[in-house]
């Protein structure tokens, strides 16, 4: 039985269950699970992820984990009891991972590997957590690491900023919306603009130095140089380097590597250097031989900088600034200059240095370390525990620090000035120096050359050679012990270092220098000239007394007794003393000792503000205990000057050097203070200042002291507090009495206004400044409420005036946000004391719109106190008081700032966004606290309606404000989900009183039309879009606030419906406004809003009869709109359902006819219905990048439909130019020109102005007309369309001509001649055309379940042409076989694709007929203005005849007529009509026949004008026709057609076999000629094959029992139309009667799949080996003679040649007319241009005649041919057959006769107006390009109109009309005008 469970609420599957038994649930590893119910070991629940799906699951399988519920029942909640940091980890993890996988699948690997390593450290981080043995610090710092990452991670996958407090996650609802809004922006401003520290260190690493000639150790000292100052910045860092030039200690990793500690900003400049000198350990010149001298000397080496700045610039150029660089080492010419070789570097004096050789260099490794060092151990505990020598700044860093205890005495050997001694050469001088102690002792390890190194107990300078006058300048630090510095001196030994062999150290002087004078003072900082006193060799000093006696500097500093004997030789030294614990300042020493010197107290306080600061915050202890000790000693005497000296303490530590020292003066008072009388004194003195302040005329010193206030309190009420302590609390009326009486002089002190000076002025504001820092003091004596009145009582009685020269205001208004922030105003008593006060300056100061940043602090935290809380009266009571106060000038606050210009400078914006952000959290906050109680009594509050309807509109002006989209930052969707629960909260309230006030008798149309727009503004808001959500993202905000989108619908339907009639007011202006809401994809929301529109049409019905405004207004509004990527498919079946809706509401259609309301309703509701399809579909072509024939193809659609079905002139406009621009985009510039000739047809040349439109400008209609009519030809030119450009150009020469503007006339005239030249001498590719077809319903609408012909693109064949489509259509399957598709296939969820290759079927025979056009001119008219395309499948009828195929071969003809002709404004249209014929294996011979005579005639004439290349595929093509009839191939026709059988059971045929017989001959014949000019032509090397031609020639010819050719065909074959004398038969006689061909009804043309893995398809095949392998023998000549005189006998004289005038008009023109001498020259014509650069001239060698391909007018057939390129366009090539629809009937017309050629074309004659260009009417005596009907001039001048929909103007012709007049001479349709555009 399943229980509910009690405790077992929540848990984690720890092992993966398929659910695979009944009601199982699914799980996976990870998963968390919520369990509602329990039995005998299984669990019943659901996966948080997906709630909606509930099941059963092992009870086992599942981890259980603690969790809270809430709401327990049906809804509980389950919230994990573990830590948040956790829990949100734990969430975000989860999301993270399935974000993760898309980075893979969008190939961003790089943020796809730091993801990975991230989300693992979290891992290993989370793993830690859990566990739980972490300590506290550590714990806080994995959780700061934890959220780091969180919200590093967050920010990179463009997820929300999450508030955090102490990081945990806050709840918007347990805070203040103020609160959440400074949590949000700390954490906004930490991501975007991270605090600059002012604390920098610089972490340095020595590798190697690289250098020819080492062999020598090497010592390195690297320091921080400032180049502007000329002194070092920092101390030294030591490393020794072995001969090699690498670390001696490599295992000491401290050794190696430094960090320069406490470097400021300023020390990050450009003249800041690294500088490195090198000593090398030695002999004393680095070429001397090893057995010289043994001695070791420290040389000088070399000398390396690198400038900070080039540091920096590695630093911003890398991502990881720690980088190798490698320096060049330097030595200079001269060792003299050693001491400042490193400023000759810098300053590039190079004639003073070289390089130490060709390949010296340094290499180190540096990096900068921003942050405090406490800091930088966090963030890089590897540098600390591998080691890190700490080198530190030279002095105090820019903040001293209290515990920072040093005590470090830095002497440089600066130079000196020796005697020769008796040498004939300087001396080579080496300084020991040591350190020695009072007793004479040498102080060991207290000598330090640099970090890096263990300090020493001597030290050995470096020698420089043969010098008198050596310059060092080697600092050294000497880390003396204090408690050693008094009686320590240091000693100087100099000494000669000879070269010789020996190499011996002569002692030849010494000097000595004390550390510490006798008065306690030490060495004084600066420069001291040592006296150098002369010694023998072998002077002991041991006993350093009889030394210290003597003189030991010039100038006699000690005033020895003893004199010296005068010297010649002294020595330099610099000093400089940074201790905490030892001082130079004799002022301080005597203040500390004042008991010594009683008598001089008032000399030495007088003395004690000229003491160096560092001095005395060094010794503040001391010094604060000397003060009081003096106070206490004679109050009355020293109280004032001790009152300043400690107000000359406290101000020092506001100094930024000394802050730090504040908490040691605090711990002073706390602990260390004894001065219980002290009291007394200070407030005496203060109470004296503050009333002098008013009649003194120097202010500084007073305001010195009430700067110092805060700490004058501290001392006064600890001393109180001491003296109660030990009194008992005696006097406490007294201290109250002073205490009151210091605060009545601060009163009247504030409240004296300036009169024409601004000095006391700035006194009260340092009052004023200081004066919040008070209370926290107060409070410790006195009550909170006495404070809060003395203090309400101070800010009272300051002025409200506003001074001229120094306004008061921003310091009270400072001095009030304190107020606020502090502990008194957190007191609820205090706080309502104060409040009033608070409220009081902050309106004043809203209203004059100043002070906003420090008015929004205060209001921002005030609203941080106030809690929502109703059962306290107090907080209903301060939202009383900031409801009455605030909220008006609040809104106008916000108005205000919202309506400035934005500010230009990027600080000055980011305040302008802060104080904008801070009221509106405001703003928010003081609604969400209102209860209703509140709202009641604002409302009551307004006196009239006016001041009502003013409150509405700006309340709802502001929530606009706050909706919009830049309010906050992108990530702030928590702030966004608060601010919208608040609004919709406030609306619900206010919505009651604008029904109450402003419906009936009060109606206000601008307050409603604001409501109305709020709340679609409202819905519309990109952060409510709840399915743009992830899944957990969703379930929170709908668990916390619901779907605030479907409150706010049900609230506009319900304020619509109390609308009434004043409805109509609204109607059409909120159509658009209300369809917006309907296209949210909210289900719920949509059937709320959706009947509105019922509203609207019925009450527009009852206005004006009709609702074409809800019409018009809803297509523009639903095109702008779902252009945005709004509504989808769902959207439009609800649309739709609006039909079926009539019902529910009958009501709405009392007042009007059901069915009149009922049709129009129908009808606008389809059309919004179908243009949403087409809409749809071009939004989501409009997502592909890339420009395809699907994203063009549903802009056509489009475009027609604004054309055809709702007439929008302008939108029709804009898709023209959308269409154009697609095409331009995709180097379609034919159809670019075509799309933009649909624009220019609307235009007219007049001077009507046109009003600016899209890129248009203002100007003429005239004007436009030109600019399109140029960028038109301009395309027609790059499409290489020339003949369509000449037909504009022409138009637009006559209008120049009529204006006479010549200069444009001549250029137009040029490019008119240039268009010519091209025709003739550039090759034009003639393209390939293909069928396809789209079935299944998961094609966009335009395209489904239709077929079209598409032009494809240059050299673009089948297969390539089949890839692109399966590209643009990747989900697409192609259909495998050729039949028509099933039903199946057009209702399946699915998308299938049929392609093949399709024949043009042109329409300008009489061109294409004209042999002496050149092919160039030809070749455009075979694929330019086709309406028809045709496909030929050859298949067997009846019994196969295997001896004999052609007997039974039929061949199906599938003719495709499109909507438009190609090309177009479109690469493919649709299909239009298709009608299919069968052709029987007679006909089909014929065809054959007639199209190799045609090749051969075209190669022949080609050969001979000299226009082929070489003669091979005339060669091939003989060779194949005659090779091919020898084998039996015309044989067969004369076994299946010319036998007895055939002959008698088909006399209808007569004609045909007649026809067949005379097809037969004319080969021959002109293979015989042929032959001839193959002999004139061919190669040498050929002859033996022509020989062979020749000899199998003849064998045909009696194989056929030719003997001679007849009469009529002894001429040359040239003079024959089309190259055969079909033309002489009667053409009625052509006509294939219906016995004789059967029209096969198909929905569509049978195809090959668009992919097919072999050569040829297998019909293709089957039909070449059907034609090639015929055998077999025919019936005897005489009796196939016999047979040909009975059928010439049947059918007359039409096969004779017509010649005879009697004949009938249409039956001149015959061939026999035309014939003329047999002559070669006749065969002149120019070569045939092949359609593309794949399709040469040459034809392949095939074994039957029967095997052609077309050249010509004539194309080719895939009856007999297989496509070589493709292994399916094998069946897509048909032999020419024109159909025609006539009387019901299909007839099939052989091509030849030129009326039946001008009757079928008649069938286009009413076509309708077409995107293309056709013909002109040829009527004129001068010979023109056919003019397209486009272009064509109108008849009339009356208004152009918009062409009716293509379907309506189809019509078919009767047969005897005359189609081809029709078409030549076709009108142009009338265009329309558009109005302005």
């Not at 004479?440 to 640099?450: A, H, N, V």
């Not at 379940?1345 to 032009?1351: A, G, L, P, Q």
């Not at 051969?1496 to 026709?1521: A, E, F, K, W």
Request: hydrophobic share 35%.
């Amino acid at each position: 039985m399943w229980i509910p469970t009690d405790n077992e609420k929540y848990g984690v599957v720890i092992a993966s269950f398929r659910g695979t038994v009944p009601h199982g649930l699914p799980l996976e590893v990870g998963d968390t699970v919520q369990i509602l119910e329990k039995c005998d070991g299984w669990y019943r629940g659901f996966v948080l992820k997906s709630p909606s799906i509930k099941g059963i699951f092992p009870a086992t399988y599942i981890h259980l984990k603690n969790a809270n519920v809430k709401n327990k029942g049906q809804f509980e909640t389950i919230i994990p009891t573990e830590d948040t940091v956790i829990t949100e980890m734990t969430g975000t993890l989860r999301e993270w991972g399935i974000m993760w996988k898309q980075l893979y699948v969008k190939n961003e690997g790089d943020l796809f590997h730091r993801l990975w390593h991230v989300m693992n450290e979290l891992l290993d981080l989370r793993r830690q957590v859990l566990v739980g043995h972490l300590t506290h610090d550590r714990m806080k710092d994995v959780k700061r690491h934890i959220t780091a990452r969180l919200d590093w991670g967050n920010e990179q996958m463009g997820l929300d900023l999450v508030p955090r407090k102490e990081f945990s996650m806050v709840d918007p609802d347990e805070i203040s919306v103020t609160e959440l809004y400074k949590l949000m922006e700390h954490r906004h401003r930490k991501k975007d603009t991270p605090i600059p520290t002012s604390t920098h260190h610089l972490f340095l690493q020595m590798k190697s130095l690289m250098c020819a000639n080492l062999g020598e150790e090497l010592e390195v000292f690297f320091s921080i140089y400032d180049s502007r100052e000329n002194h070092p910045v920092s101390e030294r860092f030591f490393v020794k380097l072995n001969k090699n030039g690498l670390p001696k200690f490599p295992e000491r990793m401290e050794r190696q590597c430094t960090l320069f500690v406490d470097l400021g900003s300023s020390d990050l400049r450009k003249d800041i250097y690294i500088i490195v000198h090198i000593i090398r350990l030695g002999r004393m010149a680095a070429g001397e031989k090893k057995n010289t001298c043994n001695a070791q000397y420290r040389r000088p080496f070399g000398c390396a900088v690198l400038s900070i700045a080039d540091l920096l610039q590695t630093e911003r150029d890398t991502r990881d600034s720690k980088e190798d660089h490698m320096l060049k080492v330097y030595m200079c010419n001269t060792e003299s200059e050693w001491y400042q070789i490193h400023e000759n570097i810098i300053k590039k004096l190079n004639a003073r240095y070289n390089l130490t050789s060709s390949n010296a260099g340094l290499s180190v490794a540096l990096q900068l370390l921003h942050g405090d060092i406490d800091q930088i151990r966090r963030e890089y505990p590897v540098l600390f525990t591998r080691g890190v020598a700490i080198t530190r700044k030279l002095g105090f860093s820019d903040i001293i620090m209290p515990g920072d205890i040093r005590n470090d005495l830095y002497v440089t050997l600066e130079r000196g000035e020796f005697e020769k001694g008796g040498k004939s050469v300087a001396r080579n001088v080496d300084v020991t120096m040591y350190v020695l102690d009072s007793e004479g002792q040498i102080l060991k390890d207290c000598i330090s050359l640099g970090s890096g190194e263990i300090p020493v107990s001597e030290h050995h300078s470096f020698v420089l050679y043969h010098n008198n006058s050596p310059r060092w300048a080697e600092p050294l630090k000497l880390p003396i012990p204090v408690d050693k510095f008094r009686g320590a001196h240091i000693r100087l030994e100099f000494r000669h270092c000879s070269t010789k062999e020996k190499g011996e150290k002569k002692l030849f002087g010494f000097s000595f220098v004390p550390l510490m004078q006798e008065d306690g003072r030490t060495l004084p900082d600066g420069i001291h000239e040592l006296l150098v006193h002369k010694c023998e060799e072998n002077t002991s000093f041991h006993d350093p007394a009889r030394y210290l006696k003597l003189q030991y500097c010039k100038g006699n500093l000690h005033g020895n007794s003893q004199p010296v004997k005068a010297s010649k030789e002294t020595f330099w030294i610099s000093s400089f003393l940074c201790s905490t614990k030892l001082t130079q300042n004799g002022d301080l020493l005597d203040f500390l000792k004042w008991r010594a010197h009683p008598e001089r107290i008032c000399d030495i306080l007088s003395k004690f503000k000229d003491i160096d600061g560092a001095e005395i915050v060094k010794f503040l202890q001391d010094t604060l205990d000397a003060l009081f000790g003096i106070l206490d000693e004679n109050s009355q005497k020293y109280g004032l000057k001790v009152f300043d000296s400690l107000v000359h303490i406290i101000n020092l530590l506001q100094d930024i050097k000394f802050q730090h020292f504040k908490p040691v003066m605090d711990t002073y008072i706390e602990s260390h203070f004894a001065g219980a009388l002290a009291y007394r004194d200070l407030i005496k003195v203060l109470k004296r200042y503050i009333d002098r302040s008013i009649e003194a005329e120097r202010q500084e010193h007073i305001q010195d002291v009430l700067r110092a206030q805060e700490y004058i309190f501290k001392y006064i009420i600890h001393s109180r507090s001491l003296y109660t302590l030990a009194t008992g609390g005696q006097n406490e009326e007294e201290f109250r009495s002073n205490i009151y009486e210091l605060f009545q002089s601060v009163r009247y002190f504030l409240s004296i206004e300036s009169q024409g000076s601004s000095i006391i002025t700035q006194t009260q504001a340092v009052f004023l400044s200081s004066f919040p820092a008070v209370y926290s003091e107060l409070l410790k004596l006195i009550d909170v409420r006495e404070v809060a009145n003395l203090v309400r009582d101070t800010l009272r009685s300051m002025p409200d005036v506003l001074h001229v020269e120094y306004s008061l205001e921003a310091v009270k208004l400072q001095c009030i946000a304190k107020t606020v922030e502090s502990q008194l105003f957190t007191n609820p008593d205090s706080r309502c004391i104060l409040l009033p006060v608070v409220l009081h300056h902050l309106h004043m100061h809203l209203q004059e719109q100043k002070d906003l940043t420090m008015c929004a602090r205060i209001l921002s935290t005030t609203f941080c106190l106030i809690k929502k809380d109703s059962s306290e009266i107090t907080a209903s009571e301060e939202v009383d008081m900031l409801v009455d106060s605030l909220l008006g000038v609040l809104l106008r606050t916000i108005l205000e700032i919202s309506n400035r210009s934005q500010p230009s400078g990027p600080t000055i914006r980011l305040q302008f966004q802060d104080v904008t952000g801070e009221f509106v959290a405001c703003l928010l906050a003081l609604l969400r606290q209102m209860t209703d109680k509140h709202y009641q009594q604002l409302l009551e509050s307004f006196t009239s309606k006016d001041d009502l309807r003013d409150f509405l509109l700006q309340i709802f002006t502001v929530f606009k404000i706050l909706i919009r989209p830049e309010m906050f930052p992108k990530d702030w969707t928590i702030m966004r989900l608060v601010t919208n629960n608040v609004i919709i909260t406030t609306i619900l309230y206010l919505s009651d009183a604008l029904r109450k006030n402003f419906l009936h008798e009060g109606f206000d149309f601008k307050v409603w039309e604001s409501y109305f727009y709020l709340a679609v503004i409202f819905i519309n808001q990109p952060c409510l879009q709840l399915e743009m959500f992830s899944p957990s993202k969703r379930k929170k905000v709908l668990e916390k606030y619901g779907d605030m989108r479907v409150t706010m619908g049900c609230e506009i339907f319900s304020m619509w419906q109390n609308l009434g009639e004043h409805k109509l007011q609204f109607i059409p202006g909120l159509i658009g406004p209300f369809l917006e809401v309907t296209l949210v994809p909210q289900a719920d929301l949509r059937n709320v809003m959706i009947p509105i529109f019922h509203d609207m049409m019925d009450w527009e019905q009852r206005r004006t009869g009709n609702f074409k405004q809800v019409e018009a207004k809803l297509i523009d509004k639903l095109d702008s709109l779902m252009s945005e990527g709004k509504g989808d498919e769902t959207y439009r079946e609800l649309f739709n359902s609006i039909i079926p809706l009539f019902g529910p509401y009958p009501s709405l259609l009392k007042k009007i006819e059901r069915e009149t309301w009922r049709e129009s309703g129908i009808s606008l509701v389809a059309t919004v219905t179908r243009l949403m399809e087409r809409l749809l579909d071009y939004r989501d072509c409009m997502k592909v990048a890339e420009v395809d024939g699907k994203k063009i193809g549903c802009t056509v659609s489009l475009l027609n439909f604004y054309k055809t079905e709702i007439n929008k002139e302008e939108m029709y406009i804009r898709y023209i130019h959308k269409l154009y621009d697609l095409h331009l985009k995709a180097q379609n510039f034919t159809e670019a020109a075509y799309t933009l000739l649909l624009y220019d047809e609307l235009l007219e040349w007049s001077e009507r102005p046109l009003r600016e439109f899209l890129h248009y400008p203002m100007q003429t209609e005239w004007q436009r007309k030109e600019i399109l009519h140029l960028t038109i030809i301009q395309n027609f030119d790059k499409g290489k369309c020339w003949e369509n450009g000449i037909i504009l150009c022409r138009e637009l020469a006559d209008q120049y001509e009529s204006f006479y503007d010549y200069r444009n006339l001549s250029k137009m005239r040029m490019m008119e001649a240039s268009f010519y030249d091209k025709i003739m001498d550039q090759q034009r590719l003639e393209p390939e055309f293909f069928r396809v077809g789209f079935y299944g319903k998961k094609f966009p609408f335009f395209l489904r379940n239709k077929e079209f012909v598409c032009r494809g693109h240059d050299y673009e064949r089948l297969e390539a042409f089949q890839q692109r489509m399966l590209n643009e259509f990747p989900h697409a399957i192609a259909m495998q076989h050729a039949n028509q598709p099933e039903e199946t296939i057009f209702q399946a969820d699915a998308q299938y694709l049929q392609i093949y290759a399709v024949i043009p079927i042109p329409d300008n025979h009489e061109i294409l007929q004209k042999e002496a056009i050149p092919d160039h001119i030809k070749s455009f008219y075979r694929v330019n203005n086709i309406w028809r395309f045709r496909y030929d499948r050859p298949f067997h009828k009846g019994i196969k005849d295997k001896e004999n195929e052609f007997k039974s071969l039929w061949v199906e003809r599938t003719t495709l007529t499109l909507v438009q002709s190609l090309p177009g404004i479109s690469r493919w249209f649709e299909v239009d009509r298709r009608e299919v014929v069968e052709m029987s294996p007679l006909e089909n011979a014929i065809e054959v026949l007639e199209n190799k005579n045609q090749q051969l005639r075209t190669l022949i004439t080609q050969c001979q004008s000299r226009q082929m290349q070489n003669i091979n595929p005339l060669t091939m093509c003989l060779n194949g026709v005659i090779d091919a009839a020898v084998n039996g191939g015309l044989a067969r026709y004369q076994e299946a057609f010319f036998v007895k059988d055939y002959i008698l059971n088909h006399p209808e045929d007569g004609e045909k076999i007649s026809r067949l017989r005379e097809l037969m001959f004319e080969q021959a014949h002109i293979l015989e000629y042929g032959l001839a000019v193959h002999e004139k032509f061919v190669p040498q090397d050929m002859r033996p094959l022509h020989k062979k031609l020749v000899d199998q020639f003849f064998v045909m010819k009696s194989r056929l029992g030719i003997q001679d050719f007849p009469g009529y065909a002894r001429v040359s074959p040239i003079h024959l139309t089309n190259g055969s004398p079909r033309t002489c038969r009667n053409p009625t006689l052509g006509a294939i009667s219906p016995d004789g061909a059967r029209l096969v009804n198909r929905r569509s043309p049978l195809s090959y799949p668009a992919f097919n893995r072999y050569s040829s398809s297998s019909l293709s095949s089957q039909a070449s080996a059907e034609v090639s392998n015929i055998t077999g023998q025919s019936e005897s000549s005489d009796e196939v003679f016999q047979m040909q005189q009975t059928l010439t006998q049947q059918i007359g004289d039409s096969c004779m040649p017509r010649s005879d005038p009697n004949l009938s008009a249409p039956e001149k023109g015959s061939p026999a007319k035309t014939y003329r001498s047999f002559s070669p020259q006749a065969f002149e014509t120019p070569p045939a241009n092949p359609r593309s650069p794949h399709k040469s001239s040459v034809q392949s060698l095939t074994p039957s005649p029967t095997d052609y391909q077309s050249l010509g007018p004539v194309y080719n057939s895939p009856v007999l041919s297989g496509s070589s390129s493709s292994g399916i366009s094998s069946l897509s090539r048909g032999s020419v057959t024109e159909t025609t629809l006539t009387d019901g009937t299909i007839t099939c017309t052989l091509i030849g006769s030129e009326e039946l050629i001008k009757r079928e074309n008649g069938t286009f004659a009413c076509m309708p107006p077409r995107y293309n260009l056709s013909e002109h009417g040829t009527g004129t005596s001068r010979r023109r390009a056919p003019l397209p009907h486009s272009l064509s001039v109108p008849p009339s001048a009356e208004p152009p109109a918009l062409p009716p929909k293509p379907h309506v103007l189809r019509v078919h012709r009767s047969e005897g009309e005359n189609r081809m007049d029709e078409i030549l001479v076709r009108p142009r349709s009338q265009p329309r005008k558009v109005s302005q555009l």
